[in-house]
């Protein structure tokens, strides 16, 4: 087979491979859009239950307590899938410089590189797209729940996309920003339940929002990754194909030179005949 034609082959294959990448590229573009959307809406959820939650503690502080000696046990939210740059060492970074007690992972691509740490408690797969994060909610909630995240200090660590950074998140206390805030009223809300009550309730339905949240927050991120980083391998196939294209042509000029140089000498052998 001439040099040309196995250039030729080589190219060929590239441009599957291309084909492939450009369609995850175009998968990973369509979840970010659909992310936003999810976003946008939860986030205005949380920031709802924070504002009831500041007007409630402003009038009853001391319902909201803080155990200082308690665990401090942390979520990791990494990548499921690969193709996505430094996504999960950079929370590796991230946790190795605090002091966690145990570690809730999630995503295998980020297990599998914590598979040998000691402070590592449970592992879980994460989210290929937005609409299997409720189902691992639910595992996680089971989780925690035997945990008993109510006796721990319990934070959340991921990518927050509209920060541009790793983000370290507390849930539980819940509410430490705005414990302490002025009151806004004069008198306190009215309420049909009682007050230690309705705080329980509050904090189960914060925590939710606030995991979906986090949650699309992280995916969303994780897919902005993966653009850049599939980005940047499309156009590395682009300029090798070039590359490759150009090195055929050389080839297939030499090869027609040597062709022409075979028949002129045999048509010289046929003359001196």
């Excluded at 976003?39 to 803080?66: C, H, K, R, W």
């Excluded at 408690?121 to 035997?146: C, K, M, Q, S, Y």
């Amino acid at each position: 087979m001439s040099q040309s034609h196995e250039l030729q082959l080589h190219i060929a294959q590239m441009r599957e491979i291309r084909s492939i990448l450009n369609a995850m590229k175009n998968l990973a573009l369509m979840e970010v859009h659909k992310l936003q959307r999810f976003q946008t809406m939860q986030g205005q959820v949380v920031t709802a239950i924070e504002n009831a939650a500041s007007d409630f503690l402003s009038f009853y502080p001391d319902l909201l307590t803080d155990n200082v000696n308690a665990n401090n046990l942390c979520i990791v939210l990494g990548a499921e899938r690969g193709f996505c740059g430094d996504f999960n060492d950079s929370l590796l970074a991230a946790i190795c410089k605090e002091n966690y007690t145990g570690i809730i992972a999630i995503g295998n691509r980020l297990c599998d590189k914590l598979v040998d740490n000691k402070r590592l408690t449970t592992t879980l797969e994460g989210a290929n797209v937005a609409e299997e994060i409720p189902v691992i909610l639910n595992h996680l909630i089971d989780i925690l729940t035997a945990a008993k995240p109510n006796e721990a200090h319990l934070t959340i660590v991921y990518h927050d996309i509209e920060l541009n950074q790793i983000r370290q998140r507390q849930l539980f206390p819940p509410f430490a920003s705005v414990k302490s805030a002025t009151p806004r009223y004069g008198y306190p809300p009215v309420l049909n339940l009682e007050p230690a009550v309705f705080l329980t309730d509050l904090i189960e339905q914060y925590l939710l929002a606030v995991l979906h949240e986090v949650f699309y927050l992280s995916l969303m991120a994780e897919n902005h990754s993966r653009l850049q980083h599939l980005d940047g391998a499309i156009k590395h196939l682009d300029d090798e194909m070039i590359n490759l294209h150009r090195k055929s042509q050389i080839y297939r000029q030499e090869e027609i030179t040597e062709e022409i140089e075979v028949i002129l000498l045999n048509a010289e052998s046929e003359f001196m005949r």
